[in-house]
Structures are given as C-alpha cells and as structure tokens.
C-alpha cells in the first residue's frame, strides 16, 4: 500500500509541504550551518506595544504589567518598542515632538517632548530597576531622554538595559535618528554603541533606523544577541523587512535578533505596527506575533552563548 509522505520545512521562505508517492524529493532550500546542542537556553520576550502618546504615565503603568506577563511565562530578557514610555508619534501620525526652531515635516502638528522627556537615571528607570530586581529579569525599556538645562537642553532617543539586580548596566542613544520624523527634536547619540555582558551572553543595542549602520562597529565585539526597539514606519506593507532582511541581517553578523515593534490599537493608513519577532542567529524566526494591532508578547528559548 502506497504511503502519502508529508515533509515540512519552516525557514526564510516561509513552510514548504511536498507531497508524493513513496520517498519526497528533498526539498530545494540554501544550506545553513548545522546546529549544535548548546548546554543552555534562556527565554527572552519581545514586548509588541501601542503607546498613548504624551501619556508617559500610562504607557509606563501598562509596560510594567507586560513585563511581569513576560516574566511570569518564563522569560529572563524583555525588550520593550521604541520610545515605548512617551510614544514615538501619535497613532494616527498626525503629530510629533517638536523642538522650538528643528524642522517639522508639513505632515505633522508638534509638540514639545519636555513634558515627557526624562533624564537618566530617572523616573522610569528607577520604576523599571525595582521591577527587574523583584522579577529578576533584563529589561531594555526605552524613553526619550533629557540632558542639560536652559539653552543647552538636548533630546535623544534611549534605551536603558535594567539588570536583575535592578542596576542601570546599559545606557543607549539612538546614533542614527530617522531622518523624517526625528529631525524634529533627536539629537544624535554620543555614547557610541553599547554592549553589556550578562550571563546569557553578550547583548548589543540598537534602536530602528541603527539597524542599518551599526551592526558592522558591533562586528568586533562578537555580541549573542542585539535587543532591537523599533517604531518601523513604512509606506509599503513591511513583511519583506521583518521576515527576510531582518534574518539575513541575524546570518550575516552571527547574532539573534530580540526585536520588539510598536503597535496600533486600531488598523491605521500607514503601515509598520506589528511584526514584532524574535530571530536566531542562522535566520529561523523562531516567534513572531500574529496580530498586528494591540499588545502581545512573543517568546522563544535561545541557546546561550558558549562559556569560554
């Protein structure tokens, strides 16, 4: 009696089934190197999140309880989207921050990000700090920072990496603002790229636009991981980006991605929200969200980096 043979194969070009009598031709696929067993594995969770924008306060308050969701499953490194604590630009991309005398794009009404820039440490790094120690966990939260007084104020684009022991261990400003909505009120980092070693491994930092400037510096310090914050914005639907630029990039530079994307609470006309993924480093998207609206949490176990 004839056998129907099902083979599946998940990888960059999505699941491929062939089907036959008897033995299945193999299937036509690039060669990857092979996997070895790693001794250990920690769960890491991106956190896919709409922010209220200008509602710090809020946004904060829900972020905490997805960071203790994360946790709660399993996960020991959470990462949160870009400027998850103010907002990035409002949902319908109506309005942005604005710095009195910087360019604003015709598109957008501004506002000032001195109701909700904060510095660091901080308010919400201190908040974070006491919920990573309780949990004890990583979260690489994300703000948008104040430095200086008077004329000399500056606004950058941050992301801070709280430890389980509630200490501030990774501090990052966004090198490369995305030109379109940050020229506005991003000033452009100063404090290089940053790479923290934890137990896991060795984590790298970049928020969005970054991704396509920093791996290279990143190269030489061998980073396992890069946690990624993003509010991708884009005219097209972004599926190529996330689902195979974003693996290539993960096989070229040798490391698995964390990324975590903003949101909308509600089908907006500009594309971007969603997507929030988790990659390892020979390209398997090992999660990603299946919602593009509203919060969620995507989880995948990653081996750890080899103890040398």
């Known amino acids: 009696m004839a056998t129907l043979l099902l083979v599946g194969y998940v990888g960059w070009g999505g699941f491929l089934v062939k089907s036959g009598w008897g033995q299945a031709e193999p299937a036509m696929e690039p060669q990857r190197p092979a996997l ?25 308050a829900a972020l ?7 946790a709660l499953g399993g996960a020991k490194i959470i990462v949160m989207p870009e400027t998850a604590v103010p907002g990035y ?27 909700v820039a904060e510095t660091v440490p901080g308010e919400s790094t201190e908040a974070f700090g006491v919920v990573a120690q309780e949990l004890k966990v990583y979260v690489a939260m994300t703000l948008i920072e104040k430095s200086g007084e008077g004329d000399e104020v500056r606004y950058f684009n941050t992301m801070c990496l709280l430890s389980p022991t509630g200490e501030l261990v990774g ?6 603002p995305y030109p379109p909505t940050e020229k506005s009120w991003a000033t452009p980092g100063d404090r290089g790229v940053q790479v923290v070693e934890t137990e896991y491994g060795k984590v790298a930092m970049a928020i969005c636009y970054d991704i396509h400037f920093v791996l290279n510096e990143y190269d030489k310090h061998e980073p396992w991981a890069l946690l990624f914050s993003s509010s991708w914005v884009s ?15 993960a096989v070229k530079h040798h490391l698995n991605v964390i990324g975590a994307n903003w949101s909308s609470d509600k089908p907006q006309s500009w594309r971007g ?12 998207v090992l999660a990603c969200t299946h919602r593009l609206l509203g919060s969620d949490i995507v989880y995948a176990d990653l081996p750890c980096a080899p103890v040398k």
Do not use: C, T
């Open 64 to 70: 905490i309880e997805l960071v203790r969701e994360a």
């Open 235 to 249: 005219e097209e639907f972004p599926a190529d980006w996330f689902w195979q630029a974003m693996p290539e990039k």
């Open 36 to 60: 070895k067993p790693a001794d250990r594995v920690v769960r890491v969770a991106s956190l896919q999140y709409a922010p209220v924008f200008g509602k710090p306060q809020q946004n904060r």
């Open 273 to 284: 929200y969603g997507f929030s993924e988790i990659i390892r480093w020979d390209g398997e």
């Open 171 to 176: 501090h990052y400003r966004k090198l490369h």
């Open 89 to 115: 630009l409002s949902a319908d991309h109506r309005v942005n921050w604005q710095v009195e005398g910087r360019p604003l794009d015709p598109a957008y009404s501004g506002r000032s990000p001195a109701e």
